[in-house]
């Protein structure tokens, strides 16, 4: 099923993770395709093979086999360095435990995936105050992130994950990894929100995981796995 | 999550473990080093103290020779032997043609004490006496006479002129084996046959030798319980010996064995406490690690007690059980440590200087580690863990008091803030040494305050050292944010703002890790630079002493051998080595008529001695001030150069005119001179050796009273050769022996040396040997020995420290990393941020090192002791760059290692792994503390 318009597009992926002499078939011939823009919610019991799929897509792990194209590029078969070039240019994650990093301010958080990313000063300052803007943090921008809740630390999170040197040839990939899952119901939806919303104004492409039906519902696709396989596709 | 952070967890046990572990190991190990080198090195004093011949012990008593029986039948005696004394005296003709008479003790001869204990004996010629008119005597006694086998004395029985007098035949010279005459009281000059002893003076006692193998320098005290266990059983033999009633025995016990055991022991006791004394530094050191070690346990059990505590575990249970382990851990630790402390121990043993080897030592030497080490050791080992957690448990729960009450204690606690402990440690520590320093030789002149501010220089700088300690840790906090603004135009911006805030933000491990690498490297420095040091002190200090490379003292040498000042001054020249040599002649004069105020005229031809001379500073007399008074005084005769004392007290300054007193035959004669230079030190060559002793004159201060004259104008007035000190001071060729070369003279005159026991002949002193005998003593090579085991054990403290610092960042270091990979961070980027702490933090600590060390240096070389004797300079600094630089290098290869090991890391890292666990720190349960 191969199509060069979707952005990223999995095709028959297997993940086994081998622990001594116990093999773990994580992932069993999985596919999946993507337009730009779209957003989708991946859901399904724990252990069930969605964080090893978001892993695989954002190019942090390797399959054992099949292929995961992004923008048409096989990135199973990059080296590291060109890894590291789709990881930077192309990919955000935004994860359960907010992983923000400590020493740094939540300006300089969001700041850096644009360092690394090698964009000029001006710029950058402009996007992170546009970006902190948006998640309503400018208040908060020199405070480090044990000087924030939950809630804030995530917005912080997203921000960051929105945080990329732009012009390239398609827009971010956001990965998003139970996103909520460590927050309480309502700050929940209000943080499952931001993430839509901006994602989608920045013109960015949504895969979330997700155990809540209701964050399931009000995406535009609902995958749903279970024993290492999509079982339902709504 | 996922089955994997269990296995993860287990991991990060074994890992916490393994680190505390290591740092646990280090007090039991440095303890045993210690301890097990001091017994290692002690043995030969053990055999020297407890070798003492074939009797272990006299027993003495009215009626003594009738418990024989029951003495031999107690467990441990061995061999028995009855030995009989009386008084006598002995006259003989001495070498000079007077007679001469010895009263002593006289015992018999005796054919069963022969056959038990003859080994007691020594006979140097002749026989042992077989009938009524013969007599042996001891060596020592004919030494003193020209008596020889088969001349004649008059031997007396019991007190002079009470006792029968008897002419009798000498048969035999005899004398004690080694120490085996130690043991019994009194002194034996002769041996007679059994009815030649005074009747009325005859006593009996008993020799018995016991068990040794029994007693052994590795159980000491049980050694001591055995042979008086022996002794108090022999005592018992006295029916009426109640010690609980007060009743003593009729028999006494002189129990050599026992005592030479003694002395062994006072002896390892004292060597043993003044190393660990010594052992200061890295003793807090060791703490500092243990201090990193407990708190890193606490912080990683921190996330798994809280869970614990969320369950309803109680919160001193869960502390409880972090302890335990760590008690566990510690007992473990205890034996490894052993081990690693005794492999340490041989370091020492074969190290005859600081790092200086001689490898065969390693085997060759005795071994030893005695109960006491074992014991002390684990309770280092136990203990000083224990003492830490204690410590831990102090501060953490002031701190815990102190945030949450508002109670009197919260109000202290606040106060004591307030004060700033570090900041008044500091300044006050300061101002002590500084002060110290300041006053210089004053506090040297009596010896108790000597002591005591020997004390407060070698225990202020690790006062200091913690008060800067804690100072450098709040800098490094508040410090961090600033510093890394600065540098992003250096390190760029990631390396900068992530790098050294994570410095900042892991300060409270970051800080004590770089003052155990500060400590260590300044201890190691300290070491090498007071090891490099001694030598130079001790030859400037003998340089100045003599008054040049070697000092011949004519006057004794001319009383010795029959040679006579003049000739031997000229064989003195014709030696190759010879470069240049003075002839100085001391004599004492008084400075003011009123009271006595003696000072050493020392007379010299000036342009001679300028060759030969070195001042205090150590510096040949031609390179220093003094050459050009010298020069001076050469001109005109009438000047004299004066110690800076003699100036200041009464008042004299250059150009001023000097009179000297004395009374010779009640004539009181004055000798003018013109004050042409003032020094602060001038030596009168006088001593033979630097040492002095402790209540000796020379603790005024050598060099002072002293006056410089020329030789050819004093020589009007005084009669050198009747009335004064006539030295020869020489200086020989540098690459030369001095020893050799004054040994060379003395042999050329004539001079017969005592076998090269030169320190108790004053007649000669040469610099090389005086630095030899220095640096042979027992308490130099065990210093030097046990700085070099010290700087080995903190070496390994290093790596303690820097491994609970990687364990304590590799959490939130991994997922740094991790979470940097996934932005799209290249690996150059990632080895650079962290390159970058290490780098700041490494340069952070050599600034704080070019601060600490040199006060540590000085502080320790301060309080030295080289010498009785107060010198202008009491310790020549010299440093031996290379060994400084080669530590230096050593510490920051280790530290790169630790970079390499990073990056390796960093490549390594599982990022799918790394990123999804649940990090303690970015989670709902807290970061570290
Ligand atoms: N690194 C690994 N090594 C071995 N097995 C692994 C590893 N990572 C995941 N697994 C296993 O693969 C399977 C799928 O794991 P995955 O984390 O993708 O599930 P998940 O759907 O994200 O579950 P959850 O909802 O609990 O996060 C599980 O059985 C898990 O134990
Ligand atoms: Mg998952």
Known sequence: ?234 | MTALQVGYETFGGSRRKAVTLICLMLSSSLAAAITVYVDSYSMHKWDELVEIGPVAMEIGGAGVEHIADGVAEIDGVTDIAIFAAAEGSVTAIGTGGQPITWSASVFRYDQTLMTHFGNVFVLNKGAFPSATDEIALSAEIAQETDIDIGDLVNYTRGEPGIGGSYVMTVVGLWEFSGNSGSFHYGWQIAMVTGSMLDPRTDDSYLWIDVDRSRVSAFNVQGSLDYLLQIEESIRELDPTYDPDRDTGSRYWVNDGLRSGITNYASWQQGKRVAQLFRAGGPILLVVLTLFLAVRHNMNERRYESNILISRGADENKVRNMVYKEIMILAALSTIVGLGLGALLSRVGVMSSDYFVFRWELFVNEPFLISIESLALSAVAGILVPFGAILAYDYVYRIRQTAEESTGKLAKLTRLLGFVKWDVLLVSLTGIALIAMLATGTALQLNPLLRFFSNMILSLAPFALFLGMASLFIKALRAGANRISNRMEGIFGSIPSSVGIRRIGRAASSAGPVAMVLVLTISLAWSSAVIGDSLPLTKMNQARFTFGGDIRFDLDALNSFADANATEFVQNCTLHEAYVAGAELSITERMLSTGYYDAADLVAMDPSDYLAVGYDYTGQPLNESPLSSMLMELETSPMGAIISQDIAEEYELSVGDSLRSYGTEGGNVSVFTFTIIGIYEALTNALLSDTSGNIWGYYGAGFGLRTVWVNRGYLSQFVNFTTESRNMYAMRVADSSNTTEVALDILEAAGYQSTDGDDSANNDYADVDSEVRSYIGTTDYTMDRAVDTMLTIATTLVIFGAISVYAAEGLNSRRREIALMRAMGAGKRLIVKTQATELLVLTLSSIMLLLVFAPLLIVTTGLSQQTSYIIYPIRFFFSVPYGTLSLVLGFFLVSVTLFVVAVSSLATRIQLSQSLNASWSEGGPMGGDG
């Open chain 1, 1 to 234: 099923m191969l199509n060069d318009d979707y952005l990223i597009s999995v095709d028959n992926v297997s993940r086994i993770y081998r622990v001594g002499e116990v093999s773990v078939e994580a992932l069993r011939g999985v596919s999946l395709d993507v337009t730009e823009g779209e957003a989708i919610a991946i859901m399904g019991p724990s252990g069930s093979g969605k964080t090893t799929l978001l892993n695989l897509i954002g190019a942090l792990d390797r399959p054992t086999s099949g292929s995961v194209r992004i923008d048409g590029m096989d990135i199973t078969k990059m080296d590291e360095k060109d890894l590291t070039a789709v990881r930077r240019d192309k990919i955000s994650f935004v994860f359960q435990f907010f992983n923000l990093l400590p020493v740094l301010s939540a300006y300089e958080n969001v700041e850096l995936p644009l360092l690394i990313g090698g964009i000029e000063e001006n710029a950058r300052k402009e996007r992170v105050d546009h970006l902190l803007e948006l998640v309503g943090l400018t208040e908060r921008a020199e405070h480090r992130p044990d000087e924030l809740s939950g809630g804030e630390q995530q917005r912080v999170a997203i921000a960051r994950a929105l945080a990329k040197p732009k012009g390239q040839a398609s827009s971010v990939i956001v990965l998003a990894d139970e996103p909520t899952g460590d927050l309480d119901t309502r700050t929940g939806e209000e943080i499952m929100q931001v993430l839509r919303e901006l994602t989608h104004t920045e013109g960015g492409t949504l895969i979330v995981v997700t155990h809540d039906p209701e964050v399931g519902q009000q995406m535009e696709k609902l995958y749903t796995m279970r024993d290492g396989t999509i079982v339902n596709v709504s």
